[in-house]
């Protein structure tokens, strides 16, 4: 028997989310103050998202998983970031499957993701 | 006698302090409680918790300088595992650090900076782990990590899947 019992599931080959600003900006209609407003948002609720995710993992929670990762898919929206969003419907879909050791693999995925994504928004916000 | 069939009880694993390099040490701590016996979606969770304390580290000891390094230790005993993460910048608060991150699920200001250390790991790991402690050193700060091993349980929880 291995003595790593999950090979396939070994990590994410996750990695920080780029950002495409111009793509957000003509998302908001060219609208600077409004982008602003977005990203502002962003920074302040999907963190708490994050954990929200996190707490419906560890809990079993399928329908916090589900409501929370709609929550977040609904913010990055307007972003640009594609990978984000995909991750986020993906987990939607595990939170109403009750998929949740996927789930798990995925929020350990966009953490790490939105590490990055995070630090580039914090630069940006205000410019 | 707990076999966990691992030949060591102490790792030590150093990084760059740019976030870019944080997903290895986190895919690396996933196989080691893999290998722990944690089953995989604690693995993945305890994963996270060791990706936010690295952030934290990278984000606010070194302020995202990317010159310095983080250190991951981690312990292995029979009924814990210890996760260490070890930097050289900027202490960080205590009180801060140790107070009831819990809020930050239903945070209810709108600035960005009021949440910028429970919103953006500490309620996670609060969540997960059993325990958290950090420790600022004149020459390096320590971020302690806890989570407890049941392996019988988790042994048996296996047999019903």
Redesign the interface.
């Known amino acids: 028997m291995s003595s790593y019992p999950d090979q396939d599931k070994r990590g994410s080959e996750a990695k920080p989310f780029s950002w495409n600003r111009s793509a957000a900006l003509e998302n908001v209609g060219g609208d600077e103050v409004l982008l602003d407003e977005v990203v502002q948002l962003f920074l302040v609720e999907s963190p708490k998202l994050v954990t929200k995710l996190v707490q419906a993992v560890l809990h079993y929670d399928r329908s916090m998983l589900e409501m929370a990762a709609h929550s977040l898919r609904g913010e990055l929206g307007y972003l640009a970031v594609p990978e984000a969003y995909e991750a986020a419907q993906k987990l939607e879909t595990a939170g109403r499957t009750g998929e949740i050791e996927d789930a798990a693999d995925l929020v350990a995925g966009l953490r790490i993701g939105l590490a990055g994504l995070w630090a580039t928004l914090s630069e940006n916000a205000g410019t | 006698m707990i076999e966990t069939?691992?030949p060591w009880k102490r790792l030590t694993l150093e990084i760059d302090s740019r976030?870019?390099a944080?997903?290895l040490l986190?895919?690396v701590m996933?196989?080691v409680c893999?290998?722990a016996g944690f089953a995989?979606?604690e693995?993945?969770?305890v994963?996270?918790c060791v990706?936010?304390a690295i952030?934290n580290s990278i984000?606010h000891a070194y302020q995202?300088d990317p010159a310095h390094g983080v250190e991951l230790e981690v312990n292995l005993l029979p009924t814990q595992l210890i996760v260490d993460v070890w930097d050289s910048g900027t202490s960080g608060d205590v009180a801060k650090m140790h107070a009831d991150h819990s809020c930050?699920?239903?945070?209810h200001?709108?600035?960005?900076e009021d949440?910028s250390e429970s919103?953006?790991?500490l309620?996670?790991i609060q969540?997960?782990m059993d325990s958290f402690e950090y420790t600022p050193g004149t020459e390096r700060n320590r971020f302690r990590m806890i989570k407890r091993r049941d392996l019988p349980q988790l042994s048996q929880n296996r047999n019903l899947e």
Do not use: M
């Not at chain 2, 930050?104 to 945070?107: N, R, S």
């Not at chain 2, 200001?109 to 960005?112: K, P």
């Open positions: 069939g691992i976030l870019e944080v997903p986190g895919q996933y196989l893999t290998a995989p979606v693995g993945k969770l994963q996270v990706v936010e952030n984000a995202g930050a699920f239903e945070v200001s709108d600035r960005v949440i919103g953006r790991g309620a996670v969540e997960v």
